[in-house]
């Protein structure tokens, strides 16, 4: 395994794959509706916080087991596209940044933002705190 002292923290070109690896198997895990699965993408101790969702929706989850419970009472979207994968290290450690596309019922879709810090673990990286923002468009902006 990699040194994981991240003063001096340098990615290989395979644990830049893994990580992108990574934010795929979230949205295939989810779709699939795998809830034991988010073990393979969350540390045990993961943080996972909702924002921009609206009044009394938005959420923060603490721990693998209440994220589960979480997810599997959540409606979720037909499916998870996520797309735009940047991978970034430096002294503060190891980020993953990406946008899911999910396609609603009734030829709809949304879009959001994962904001994660990453943990490099005994079963490889995981997300140890998720912040996903809903990205919704201004009145004047809509089409």
């Not at 393979?40 to 209440?66: K, S, Y």
């Not at 002294?91 to 940044?97: C, I, Q, S």
Request: charged fraction near 25%; glycine fraction near 8%.
């Amino acid at each position: 395994m990699p040194d994981t002292d991240t003063t001096s923290l340098q990615l290989t070109t395979a644990e830049r794959l893994e990580i992108h690896e990574l934010a795929a198997r979230y949205g295939i895990v989810i779709d699939d509706r795998d809830w034991d699965g988010l073990a393979t993408v969350f540390t045990q101790d993961a943080l996972f916080v909702t924002t921009g969702f609206g009044p009394g929706r938005d959420q923060r989850i603490e721990g693998l087991a209440a994220l589960r419970a979480y997810m599997a009472a959540s409606r979720h979207p037909v499916a998870h596209h996520v797309t735009n994968v940047m991978v970034g290290a430096d002294a503060t450690g190891v980020t993953l940044r990406s946008k899911i596309v999910g396609t609603l019922p009734k030829a709809r879709a949304g879009s959001a933002d994962y904001r994660d810090r990453l943990r490099l673990t005994p079963d490889g990286w995981r997300i140890a705190e998720r912040v996903v923002t809903l990205r919704r468009a201004d009145r004047s902006d809509e089409i």
